[in-house]
């Protein structure tokens, strides 16, 4: 049986932002853009009354892995790729990034379908491979 990762939710009037711990790669680029929403030493981390919806949406849509996400509640998000397309970005010393759905063939041979976004490792270290968890900043990764 299949383990369904856990999303933690977080609700303004307008605006839905959720978290999936288990895509995190801790880049911190949520924390470092917006200190007074993303709260990493706190419980709950997430602050939706430190900035503004726009903000946090804007920032949010940064997550390189995928972990945060958002969405607005009364809103189509047009932002999003076509959902035919996907767009690969090779990130500085970290992980392949291809935004989009796709879906993935294992050695093994099952396959797994996976949007917005997904992070696979480079470096070689993840103990998650394909898909990164945040190994190569621990072991200096460049590349």
Not at 103 to 126: L, M, N, P, Y
Not at 128 to 139: A, L, M, T, Y
Request: hydrophobic share 30%.
């Amino acid at each position: 049986m299949k383990v369904k990762p856990t999303i933690k939710a977080y609700e303004t009037d307008d605006l839905v932002v959720e978290w999936q711990p288990s895509l995190c790669i801790h880049s911190e680029k949520c924390w470092r853009g917006l200190p007074k929403v993303f709260r990493p030493n706190d419980k709950p981390w997430v602050y939706l009354e430190g900035a503004t919806d726009v903000n946090i949406k804007e920032q949010v849509d940064t997550c390189p892995s995928g972990a945060l996400s958002g969405y607005w509640k009364n809103k189509k998000d047009e932002s999003q790729a076509s959902p035919n397309s996907a767009q690969v970005e090779v990130s500085k010393n970290g992980p392949l990034m291809v935004r989009g759905k796709i879906e993935i063939k294992h050695a093994d041979g099952k396959s797994e379908a996976k949007e917005k976004v997904t992070a696979f490792c480079r470096c070689g270290a993840s103990s998650n491979k394909p898909f990164c968890d945040g190994s190569h900043s621990k072991i200096g990764f460049e590349g």
